[in-house]
């Protein structure tokens, strides 16, 4: 079993739609949680960064995290065709420097 | 520079040869990071270093591979004897601070081996 399980998709949705992206983990020592967006051919960036449990948001992104239930989110309202990509959620442990664990990401489609 | 710089951008080789893949970092930033993402999964890690010294490498697959920082800015990934299975797209970030979590991603190197 992986430290960090996320469905791989792909999703489909139309514009406007609200997107929910998941992850869930065993490791109890991640701490800090992040999720990446990825196009096609380029590298990761960070979309949102949230330490221990809560909810953060950020224009139309919330990112939410149970550590109670090892279970984070990644809402995106108002979906866009420009946020066709995917989605990779990435935890790290308190001292492990910046040591990544990625999941396997979710590959989303925004359809017209 | 503006981003994190990386080298070739894509590389095709034969097995059994010698390989080597270059990350220049964001200016200032203290530790450089490798990571390898095959198709279909997220990156995993493989080294990182904070100045010239390498704080974790327990993510190298095996001894066929190396990384080296010696003046503490760009790094080179070598990967000696290449196998078919050393294909991956072999991505550098940089960051500022550590624990934050906040890595800056290259493009990636493309590595084919034939």
């Known amino acids: 079993q992986k430290e960090v399980e996320q469905d791989p998709g792909p999703l489909s949705v139309p514009e406007g739609a609200i997107v929910s992206l998941n992850c869930t983990y065993s490791n109890s020592a991640f701490q800090y949680f992040m999720w990446y967006r990825q196009y096609s051919r380029k590298g990761p960036e960070l979309l949102m960064y949230t330490y221990s449990s809560g909810n953060k948001e950020d224009g139309r992104f919330t990112a939410q995290v149970d550590k109670s239930s090892k279970y984070i989110s990644l809402f995106i309202r108002d979906s866009q065709p420009s946020d066709s990509a995917t989605y990779l959620c990435a935890m790290s442990a308190q001292g492990g420097g910046n040591k990544l664990t990625f999941g396997t990401g979710t590959q989303l489609k925004v359809e017209l | 520079g503006a981003g994190v710089s990386q080298t070739p951008s894509n590389k095709v080789t034969e097995k059994g040869k010698y390989v080597e893949l270059r990350c220049d970092p964001i200016?200032?930033?203290?530790?450089l990071y490798w990571y390898r993402q095959s198709l279909g999964q997220g990156p995993e890690f493989l080294i990182y270093?904070?100045?010239?010294?390498?704080?974790?490498d327990s993510g190298l697959p095996n001894d066929r591979f190396f990384a080296v920082r010696p003046e503490g800015s760009v790094s080179t990934l070598k990967i000696q004897r290449t196998e078919r299975g050393d294909s991956a797209v072999y991505l550098c970030a940089s960051s500022s601070a550590l624990g934050t979590g906040e890595l800056f991603f290259g493009e990636g190197s493309r590595l084919t081996v034939l």
């Open positions: 270093f904070q100045g010239t010294g390498a704080a974790d």
């Open positions: 200016s200032g930033h203290t530790a």
